[in-house]
C-alpha cells in the first residue's frame, strides 16, 4: 500500500471509533467539521431528526474576505462565527466530530474559537 492508502485508511478508522462513542450521545446536537485545502465547512446537526440546523464553511458569502481561507486564522473565523450563529438560535451545548482528523492545528483552532464564543463541548 501506498502513503496516500494508508493516510486514509487511518483517517476512517478514527473516523469509525469517534462516531461509534458520538452515537451514544444522542440527545445532544452535534458540531460536525470538513477540512479541505482550501476551504473549511463546519455545521451542527440534529441526529435524531436527521436535520442540518445550521451550516457554515469558508465559501459563504458573510464570510469575510481572506487570501486564505482555510490556514488558522480562516479556522478561528469560522469558528467564532458558527458559535456566534448557535448562540442565537439557542444552542448552547453540542457534541464535537472532529471528522476523523487530530485534535491538532485549524481542527483545534477551529473549536478553542467556538467554545471562547459560547458553544460548551
Known sequence: ??????????????RFIIKKKIS???DVLRLCISKYNNNLYAQII?????????ALST??????????KANMEGAKTLGKMLAERAVKAG??????DRNGYIYH???????DAARESGLEF
Open 59 to 68: 465559501l459563504s458569502k458573510d464570510f469575510p474576505a481572506m487570501k486564505n
Open 91 to 96: 444552542i448552547k451545548k453540542v457534541v464535537f
Open 105 to 111: 492545528g485549524r481542527v483545534k483552532a477551529f473549536a
Open 46 to 54: 440534529d441526529d435524531q431528526k436527521q436535520h442540518t440546523v445550521i
Open 24 to 26: 451514544t450521545n444522542k
Open 1 to 14: 500500500m501506498d502513503k496516500i492508502a494508508l493516510k486514509k485508511k487511518r483517517i476512517t478508522r478514527r
